[in-house]
């Protein structure tokens, strides 16, 4: 059973930027899927940036260009670096994990994820 706990958010002003970790209880972020999701009051969760078993990522249209996911060089976390925030960036933002080595061709699906965080806020005003 994997158990994940994820810290970082916050508050910031639009334009700011924030970035998120997370630290799973398995080894698990070179052999799995890993991603980055959120979910805004009233609104389904969505995905915002995944990365499969050979590094390759994938974003959603509204962060492209903003938000870069990344493991780190000893492997021990999953972050995510959220610049140019905006106000529709305000979420509960959560981290999870996919036991499959490739994302297939809907990469950010939520439902492919099975193993997901507490959650932490962002809030962007």
């Known amino acids: 059973h994997v158990q994940l706990v994820e810290s970082g958010g916050g508050s910031v002003q639009a334009g700011g930027s924030l970035r998120l970790s997370c630290v799973a209880s398995?080894?698990?972020?070179?052999?799995?899927?890993m991603g980055w999701f959120r979910q805004a009051p009233g609104k389904e969760r969505e995905g915002v940036a995944t990365?499969?078993?050979?590094?390759?990522?994938s974003y959603s249209d509204s962060v492209k260009g903003r938000f870069t996911i990344s493991r780190d060089n000893a492997k021990t976390s999953l972050d995510l670096q959220m610049n140019n925030l905006k106000p529709e960036d305000s979420a509960m933002y959560f981290c999870?994990?996919?036991?499959?080595?490739?994302?297939?061709?809907?990469?950010?699906?939520?439902?492919?994820?099975?193993?997901w965080s507490q959650g932490t806020q962002v809030t962007v005003s």
């Open positions: 999870a994990v996919r036991l499959a080595r490739s994302l297939g061709p809907r990469p950010l699906r939520t439902s492919d994820f099975g193993y």
């Open positions: 398995e080894y698990t972020y070179n052999t799995y899927c």
């Open positions: 990365i499969d078993s050979e590094d390759i990522t």
